[in-house]
């Protein structure tokens, strides 16, 4: 069974920077098209970015610009560099996997993941 851990997240002030990690055990992901998605408080789960196997990605609206994610297939790890952040980007960070290989980067609805880390909790003080 595969599995995500996430890592990177804290506590900075508006304008910084910070990178989240995604490590994947138990399996390989190396062909299939890897997420984050972020939960503030009282809100739903929000896509945030997308990258195939190949490194094609594609992002939200709202982090386009200021986010990029990335992927190391050898090490089966994926980040997220998040520059620029702002109060509205303090949400808790998930990493999530798709169960089948290959396939678009357009894929924003959580559903289409089957396989999810625990999140990584970044806070952004104005």
């Known amino acids: 069974q595969v599995q995500l851990l996430e890592s990177g997240g804290g506590l900075v002030q508006a304008g910084a920077s910070l990178k989240l990690s995604c490590a994947a055990s138990?399996?390989?992901?190396?062909?299939?098209?890897m997420g984050w998605f972020r939960q503030a408080p009282g809100k739903e789960r929000e896509f945030v970015a997308a990258?195939?196997?190949?490194?094609?990605?594609y992002y939200a609206d709202s982090v386009k610009g200021r986010f990029t994610i990335s992927r190391d297939n050898a090490k089966n790890m994926v980040f997220l560099q998040m520059d620029s952040l702002k109060a509205e980007d303090t949400a808790v960070y998930y990493c999530?996997?798709?169960?089948?290989?290959?396939?678009?980067?357009?894929?924003?609805?959580?559903?289409?993941?089957?396989?999810w880390g625990q999140g990584t909790q970044v806070t952004v003080s104005s």
């Open positions: 999530a996997g798709r169960g089948v290989p290959f396939g678009d980067s357009r894929k924003t609805s959580d559903y289409e993941y089957a396989y």
């Open positions: 138990g399996g390989t992901l190396t062909y299939h098209t």
């Open positions: 990258i195939t196997w190949s490194g094609g990605t």
